[in-house]
Structures are given as C-alpha cells and as structure tokens.
C-alpha cells in the first residue's frame, strides 16, 4: 500500500514537473485574437493579479483560484481555475509570473454585471489546459489604465467596469469598525491628482489596515502616493466614491514603481527629492445618521413658521408635494468642473455629445479653473410643497431629485430629445414626486433674506416613514395653531398660493436655487405650448392645489413603478372654531 502511494506521489510530482517546463511556443495568439471556435489556442501572458474564492457554505474549501492575465499588447482578460482542477495549478500559478497558457476554454461574462475587464468573456483552466513557464515575455508588469478625476465627478465614467486611480493622499478620517466582520472596517481617505481635483476613496478590510498602519508609520514630512487598481466606483445621491472591491483590488502606496515615481515629479514639477511638507490632514468624523440630521441637529418647523426669510438658518420641515411649477425650468446646466450654473453663447449647441455633455458653455464663477466648459444636465425642479399650516416652493436638485426619481436629469434630458420634445416640457416621470410625503432640510440664505424671497433650496429629503411619523409627532397642538384636528380647512390655505415668487439668484451650485427668467412665476400667464393631453392635465393640478384634493395629509401615497399613485384616501375635513 506504501508502495502504491510513493508511486502516485512520483507521478504527479513528474505531471507538475512536466506542467511548469520551459518549452518554446511558437504558435502564440493574443488574446484579442482568440476564437471560440477554437480549442488549441496557446497564449503568452503575465499574471497580474491572483485571488481565492472559498466556498460559501464551507469557508476552509477554496472554491476557484481567479486570475488576471495580460498580454504583451497589454491586453487583459479574466481567467479562473475552478475547484476540480484547483490542485493540478494552485502551486503553479503566482502573482507577477508569466506563462504560456496551452488549451483554456472560454466562459462567458454575467451580462450587465460588473467586470474586471473589458472583455465580454472570460477564460477558465480545464482538463486539456497546460501551463508552462515563460522566460522572455515583454510586455507591461501592472498596466495600469488611470481613470481622469472629471469623469468621476461628472458621472460619465461607468460603474460597471473596475478602475484604476493614482493620487496623492491629502486627508484621512478615523477606522470605522462599526461591525464585527473586519472586512467590514472601512477607512475614508481623499487623494488629490495633479490638477488639484480631489477624490474620496473608501479602504475596506485589510486595505484599510495596511493604510492605517502605513499612516501610523509615515513621517509626516513625506508625501503619500497611493494606486489603486481594480476599484469599484459607487455613486450615492450623486456623490461618487471609489471602494475597494473584496480582495481584488490591489493598493500600492509610495513603491518605488515608475507610475508613483512619475506622479511625484508631475507634482513638483521637477526633480526635488519627495520630502517637502506634506498637507496630509485628518478628517473629522462626519458620520451624522439621518435620524439625528432630522431629529436632533437643526430645528423643526411647520411651513407657516419659514414663510418669511427673517434670518440665514437651516430648518426642517415635513410637507406633502402638491405639484410642480412647470412654467419654471426643471433642469439647469452645470459646469463639468464647479457644478455651477452656465450659460450659452449664441450660436452654441445644445446637442450632448456621445459622452452626454454639451461643450461651448461660459461658467461665470470666479473661483472655477475655467471659463469655456462643458456642461451636463442637472435637475433644477420647483416643487409646491404643502402641511397643515400652509403652501412654500422649495427647488430640489440632482441629489434628491436622483435618489427619489431613480433617474438622472441628464437621463430625462436625453430621453426627452430622443423623443422629439422640447427639453421646455417637464418630463412625465417627474410627476411621480407628486403626492409624496417627505422630510425637507431646508436652507435659508443670506440671498432669501436681502430680496425676501421664501423660494428656498432643498439640502436633504428623507422618505423614511418612521422618521416623518416621529417628526410629525414632535409637533404639540400649540405648535400647529389647531384646536383639536391637525388638519386644517382649504380656505386656511387659499392664501398661500397668492405669494409672489421674488428673483431667484443667478449663480447656482446644488445647494443654491439658480437664476428664473420669468420673474413672477407663480402670477404670470403660463406660455404657449402645444402639450400633450397629459402634460395639460398636470399643469392644471399643479395651481389647483387645494381645490377638490383627494389626498390625505397625514398618508404617504405608494408610487407604482409607471409612476402612478396607487393609494388614494379621503379626508375628511374638520370644521375648525
């Protein structure tokens, strides 16, 4: 029995001799080049990154081995080794070597899933697969593809494909460890590029850790460069963040490889040694749940209380939206660069290019880095928004407007041209806001209170029903001015809607309320378009906000996914005094 097992010890010490021998390829196919037709294909390619996958059910049980491989051409592509074949390679394979690969099988892509390449397959080891060393490869080590910061920030680069950043760290927050899986600790840093554009990118698990280590480590006279390679970039609420993604990703800080070396020179702008001060800073923890946004940090008040612009504050508010003033711009467009509004010369294009923006614009803002931009559509959206002690135009922005349409403007924006109408119109999917019952953050600024004007700019919304329920009952009856309903009646209302919108202010970002054209919107006649019969009927709910209202005050009505209200109760309105 002994006997038998040497034996088969020898074998397939021999078959992994054999498997890893130099031998000449001559035959060899680049990877863009490689045929599903075909089965005997060799290519020559380095191992530019290696991970385990272990079992779901079983976390001791490796489930794969997967690999990014690159040519000489630099192209890549994804390759795994599944479980039946984990023993024949797993000693085999490291990270940094290179082989030629005789015989892989293709495997396709999760369609519309996220990818580590650009390739629309994959590969993956099988029986027939031989893997051999390869001593004269001459192709790139890292390849790294760095993604430009604006792309980042103006939301036109796409999330489902891994990327690549470089930058210089500039600020760090505190190790959150609010879990007890440490893959779950995260560490928030900001990296800066040449152009002074900024970046934040969350560390998770033991890329946190080694960053946190390093920082503990780091004389504060020296820079810190870091790459991270195969990052996933998430987008919440407009704001774009770049994360680690599992244990894929791989983060270099300060090596001596060229691409950090390179980095370094482009930021002196000469050869100076890397040891002038560096401006990293530590963040303060900013980690403010919204239930303590709403409920703690700024006051509570009813419509009526914020009716006139006395002071520069930040209240909230809790209002149901009645309708939208459409004789008021939905959209504006916005700098790529500040996010501030910008205007169109004559004679410019408003046509988006293939990447969704439209070039030729002149940004007026004084502390922009440029004064011809490109631009992108932002949501801009005047909202009527009512309780029970009366009626406020509040305009929401990109951030909300996105979170609670599931759609951006510059979606909306497009959608809108593709069908052949007026970018003028409102687009029907914005009349899902109506009916909605939210929980405004609210900003009064310094602007409102020299023009007394009470259109205020939405900071936040919150559509979480236990909080409006919790912020409903902080109200006493004394608050609300009723006697023993908390609703009131329509004639205590009729007044509202007869408040003249002053001059909105001619310069934007998403947290100021930009420039109206007509002046007195909310009096003057509505223009003349051909609209359809359904835009017709929006525009008469939209000033019929009191009259014959079929919607509770107190219920929040569900919107299906067509965008119409399915829950619809009657109120029944007490008679007050």
């Avoid at 080794?81 to 082989?99: E, H, P, Q, S, W």
Wanted: aromatic share 10%; hydrophobic share 35%; with cysteine.
């Amino acid at each position: 029995m002994l006997n038998v097992t040497l034996f088969l010890l020898l074998v397939l010490h021999m078959f992994c001799v054999q498997s890893i021998r130099p031998m000449a390829q001559s035959n060899v196919t680049l990877i863009a080049d490689l045929d599903v037709l075909k089965d005997d294909s060799t290519i020559k390619v380095r191992v530019i990154n290696l991970w385990n996958l272990f079992s779901f059910y079983n976390k001791d049980e490796l489930f794969s081995i997967e690999l990014i491989l690159i040519d000489e051409q630099g192209t890549k592509i994804q390759t795994n080794v599944t479980r039946k074949n984990i023993y024949r390679f797993k000693n085999i394979l490291k990270d940094g070597l290179t082989f030629y690969i005789n015989c892989p099988s293709f495997a396709s892509q999760r369609m519309g899933g996220f990818t580590l390449t650009r390739q629309d397959h994959k590969l993956s080891f099988v029986h027939e697969t031989v893997v051999t060393e390869c001593h004269d490869f001459s192709g790139p080590t890292f390849d790294f593809e760095f993604v430009d910061y604006q792309s980042i920030i103006s939301l036109v680069h796409p999330k489902n494909i891994a990327i690549d950043v470089i930058g210089l760290v500039v600020a760090f927050g505190e190790m959150l460890r609010d879990n007890d899986d440490k893959k779950k600790h995260r560490l928030n840093i900001q990296i800066q590029d040449t152009n002074g554009l900024q970046l934040s990118v969350n560390l998770w698990g033991d890329f946190a850790y080694k960053m946190q280590h390093f920082l503990d480590n780091n004389p504060h006279n020296l820079r810190i460069i870091v790459i991270l390679q195969f990052a996933k970039l998430s987008i919440w609420r407009d704001r774009p963040t770049v994360n680690t993604y599992f244990s894929v990703s791989k983060l270099f800080i300060n090596t001596g490889i060229d691409e950090i070396n390179v980095f370094k020179k482009c930021l002196d702008g000469d050869d100076r040694p890397d040891s002038s001060t560096n401006t990293l800073t530590r963040m303060k923890s900013n980690k403010v749940s919204e239930h303590d946004d709403f409920m703690v940090n700024f006051q509570l008040k009813t419509i009526s209380e914020v009716s006139e612009p006395l002071e520069k504050n930040t209240f909230i508010i809790v209002g149901t939206i009645k309708g939208i003033l459409q004789n008021e711009p939905w959209h504006y467009f916005a700098c790529t660069s500040c996010n501030y509004k910008s205007f169109r010369p004559p004679g410019a294009d408003d046509q988006p290019n293939a990447d969704g923006l439209t070039n030729g614009y002149e940004c007026h803002n004084k502390d922009c880095t440029k004064t011809e931009t490109s631009v992108i559509p932002r949501f801009m959206i005047p909202l009527r928004v009512q309780d029970s002690t009366g009626t406020v135009t509040l305009t929401m922005f990109e951030m909300d407007g996105k979170y609670l349409l599931k759609k951006s403007a510059k979606d909306l924006f497009n959608k809108t041209l593709q069908l052949g109408f007026s970018t003028a119109f409102y687009p029907g999917e914005i009349n899902a806001l109506k009916g909605l019952k939210l929980a405004f953050k609210i900003s009064i600024k310094h602007f409102n209170v020299s023009k007394r004007n009470n259109q205020y700019s939405i900071c936040k919304v919150s559509d979480d029903e236990k909080l409006i329920e919790e912020l409903e009952n902080k109200f006493t009856v004394s608050q609300v001015g009723t006697s023993q309903s908390f609703d009131i009646g329509e004639a205590d209302f009729e007044s509202q809607d007869n408040r003249i919108l002053k001059d909105a202010i001619s310069r934007t970002d998403d947290n100021i309320t930009p420039e109206t054209v007509d002046k007195n919107s909310a009096t003057s006649p509505m223009k003349s378009f051909n609209t359809p019969t359904v835009l017709k009927r929006n525009l008469e709910e939209v000033f019929d906000l009191e009259l014959n209202e079929k919607l509770s005050a107190t219920k929040t009505p569900k919107i299906s996914p067509e965008g119409r209200i399915n829950q619809i109760v009657k109120v029944k309105l007490e008679k007050i005094g």
